[in-house]
């Protein structure tokens, strides 16, 4: 939220303050970013982000049969990740569905 921590330029967002407008910003990410896996929002409470401290960003990749992580992608110095090491480790999740 650009209200709270700011953290790069491509999406410019105040803090939500119902879940239904935390959905509709997932659902308008989805949309314009194309990305088409199951996400899962948090609650208002933040219990995920308290939990995983997942805060200002991460990425969590989730097994769908064992509902364990299998990557999660930590940040670097300036606040950003490779997008291509996410892509990556989801592509050999779904080679190896694939494959069995």
Not at 23 to 38: D, H
Request: aromatic share 10%; charged share 25%; hydrophobic share 45%.
């Amino acid at each position: 939220a650009i209200d709270e921590w700011p953290v790069g330029e491509r999406v410019a967002l105040m803090q939500h303050k119902e879940l239904t407008e935390r959905r509709a910003a997932a659902e308008r990410f989805a949309r314009n970013s194309g990305f088409e896996v199951p996400m899962v929002l948090d609650t208002m409470g933040d219990s995920f982000l308290e939990v995983m401290a997942a805060w200002p960003t991460r990425f969590y990749v989730v097994d769908g049969e064992t509902m364990c992580f299998t990557y999660v992608a930590r940040p670097r110095a300036d606040h950003t990740y490779s997008v291509g090491e996410v892509e990556a480790h989801v592509q050999e999740l779904v080679s190896a569905s694939i494959a069995q």
